[in-house]
């Protein structure tokens, strides 16, 4: 199992509450998924409709996409994708079914369809496991953070 940088940690324990797991901001959510991610690749090969229905936004600089629950792809852009945070949907460019970094984009769209903004020209692909994420996911749940008793002493070493 990979480590959960230990500044992420904290934050969430930080932030947490003492009856729900904490929310991650978009920038730990990434750090999160960074840390499971591989190396970067050449290509990976893309389903129909894997763009439009499993997708995970991670900010304005990145997002995951999942061929099975288990297995996706970390997409690292460019540059920043103004309209992901708020897009609906996603449509990813590709050719004959393989999506090629520094080639492909991925287009943020409303609920209707339409082009939310131009679109985001995708820099690197880093596999993703999903098992590690899930695992991570489920470790920051279990921590909580709750205020001491009013009056309580520290114990003498």
């Not at 729900?20 to 991610?37: D, K, M, N, V, W």
């Not at 690749?41 to 288990?70: C, E, K, M, Y």
């Not at 945070?85 to 080639?103: K, Q």
């Not at 209707?112 to 692909?125: H, K």
Request: a neutral charge.
């Amino acid at each position: 199992m990979k480590w959960i940088p230990l500044a992420l940690l904290g934050a969430l324990l930080a932030g947490g509450c003492a009856h729900s797991g904490p929310t991650l901001s978009p920038a730990e959510r990434l750090e999160l998924y960074s840390a499971h991610a591989g190396p970067p690749g050449a290509s990976f090969p893309i389903g129909r409709v894997a763009g439009a229905n499993r997708w995970t936004p991670l900010g304005d600089q990145a997002l995951a996409i999942w061929d099975t629950p288990r297995r996706g792809h970390l997409l690292e852009f460019r540059s920043r994708c103004t309209g992901l945070p708020i897009a609906s949907s996603i449509t990813i460019s590709n050719s004959m079914g393989m999506v090629n970094p520094r080639t492909d984009s991925v287009q943020p769209r409303a609920a209707n369809g339409s082009a939310i903004s131009q679109p985001c020209r995708i820099g690197s692909a880093r596999p993703l496991d999903g098992n590690a994420i899930t695992e991570a996911k489920r470790e920051l749940r279990e921590a909580s953070v709750i205020e001491r008793e009013p009056g309580v002493v520290p114990e003498e070493e």
